[in-house]
């Protein structure tokens, strides 16, 4: 029988490789911390479901990977906006 905190840590992970989503955007919508997402989806997850983590491991290292041009995107953005009122 899984734990509450292995419940989770399957729920969260389901819900990153369903939605594509960010551990940002899960914790946000789970309504837990980002280090509670990270610590269950690349440590708990992996003893209770190793197919599913290896899934999420997966979207994650994408992620990571692309994390400096979304953070390029949105300063060009936010700059833009600022000339844009001025």
């Known amino acids: 029988m899984r734990t509450d905190i292995e419940e989770r840590a399957v729920r969260l992970a389901e819900y990153i490789t369903e939605n594509r989503?960010?551990?940002r955007a899960a914790a946000k919508k789970?309504?837990?911390s980002?280090?509670?997402v990270h610590k269950?989806?690349?440590?708990r997850l992996e003893n209770v479901s190793p197919a599913l983590y290896e899934?999420?491991?997966a979207l994650l290292d994408e992620n990571k990977a692309e994390?400096?041009?979304r953070g390029g995107l949105a300063t060009?953005?936010?700059f833009?906006?600022?000339k844009g009122r001025t």
């Open 21 to 23: 989503a960010t551990v």
């Open 80 to 82: 833009a906006h600022m």
């Open 55 to 57: 899934r999420v491991r």
């Open 40 to 43: 269950d989806v690349t440590e």
């Open 34 to 36: 980002k280090s509670t």
């Open 67 to 69: 994390r400096h041009i």
């Open 30 to 32: 789970f309504g837990v």
């Open 76 to 78: 060009k953005e936010k």
